[in-house]
């Protein structure tokens, strides 16, 4: 089969760039399809989005939070307490950073200035014994 009469069957052309020894034109043109079903966008919206997106609008209070309690949504009366909640946290958060970086700084400035502090060093430079500390 040559790459003419593949096209004409599967309506997908294969590329003058492949052999037809080493491609089989036929995979090639499955593979194609499989492509184009994978990226393409599927344009028609379903019934249970619409369904969905209608409880959750609010058109039914009632029936719209028990959907939202079934699928976990939080709801939107304690918007005011989360918020207060989620400032707390960053409060929280943001005091543990500070403390952290303030230890780190520190811990370097110490690393690096007390290096040969210990040890068996001495800070104030080297000692040279006299003649009088040998008695």
């Known amino acids: 089969m040559d790459f003419k009469s593949i096209e004409e069957l599967t309506g997908i052309s294969v590329p003058k760039i492949?052999?037809?020894?080493?491609?089989?034109?036929?995979?090639?043109?499955?593979?194609?399809?499989?492509?184009?079903?994978?990226?393409?966008?599927t344009n028609d919206k379903t019934s249970t989005s619409k369904v969905g997106a209608a409880i959750t609008?609010?058109?039914?209070?009632?029936?719209?939070?028990?959907?939202?309690?079934?699928?976990?949504?939080?709801?939107?009366?304690?918007?005011?307490?989360?918020?207060?909640?989620?400032n707390a946290i960053n409060q929280q958060q943001q005091n543990t950073f500070d403390s952290l970086d303030k230890e780190y700084?520190?811990?370097?400035?110490t690393t690096h200035l007390r290096r040969g502090v210990?040890?068996?060093?001495?800070?104030?430079?080297s000692f040279i014994p006299s003649s009088s500390d040998k008695n």
């Open 18 to 41: 492949y052999n037809t020894g080493t491609v089989n034109p036929l995979q090639y043109a499955q593979q194609q399809r499989k492509r184009k079903l994978l990226w393409s966008k």
């Open 57 to 86: 609008d609010g058109q039914d209070e009632k029936t719209a939070e028990k959907f939202r309690k079934l699928l976990g949504m939080k709801t939107s009366g304690n918007t005011n307490n989360d918020l207060t909640e989620t």
């Open 105 to 109: 700084q520190t811990a370097r400035i």
């Open 118 to 125: 210990g040890l068996g060093f001495l800070s104030q430079g």
